[in-house]
């Protein structure tokens, strides 16, 4: 399968368990990889005939920058539902990333998501943390 990718989008939102990360508010970088047939597009050169990912771009700034979740998981699970909805995707992969105020030294915290639409016949995907 073929990949659309979006990577290193960043936006400030509010997420987060702490009530100061609530409404202070921090950077989230996120990285979405939609699964889908470009072939068609390949061969056409049409915008036509593929994603324009300035509708998943939008999709995710929407997420990120709407309402508050507590955790990066509850984040990442609603920005890839929003991109599962995109035709003719058919799975995708959701990373987010943010640097909680935390003592120490880190570039940051994140989870990683997969997930496939319900049509898919193999079911949806595993995540995983790291």
């Known amino acids: ?12 939102g509010h997420h987060g368990v ?18 889908l047939d470009l072939s068609a597009a ?5 915008l036509e005939d593929s994603l324009d990912y300035r509708q998943p771009y939008s999709a995710v700034r929407e997420v990120v920058e709407g309402d508050s979740c ?6 990442a699970e609603r920005i890839a539902n929003r991109l599962l909805a995109f ?6 992969t959701v990373r987010v990333r943010k640097r909680p105020p935390l003592r120490g ?3 940051s915290f994140g989870v990683e998501l997969t997930r496939q639409s319900q049509s898919d016949p193999e079911g949806a995907g595993r995540g995983r943390d790291w």
């Open 1 to 12: 399968m073929d990949r659309l990718l979006l990577e290193g989008m960043a936006f400030f």
């Open 42 to 46: 390949g061969r056409s050169d049409r």
């Open 18 to 35: 702490h009530p100061a990360e609530r409404e202070l508010g921090a950077r989230f970088v996120v990285d979405a990889e939609l699964e």
């Open 70 to 75: 507590h955790l990066i998981e509850a984040l």
């Open 105 to 107: 030294e880190f570039a």
């Open 87 to 92: 035709e003719p995707v058919s799975r995708v």
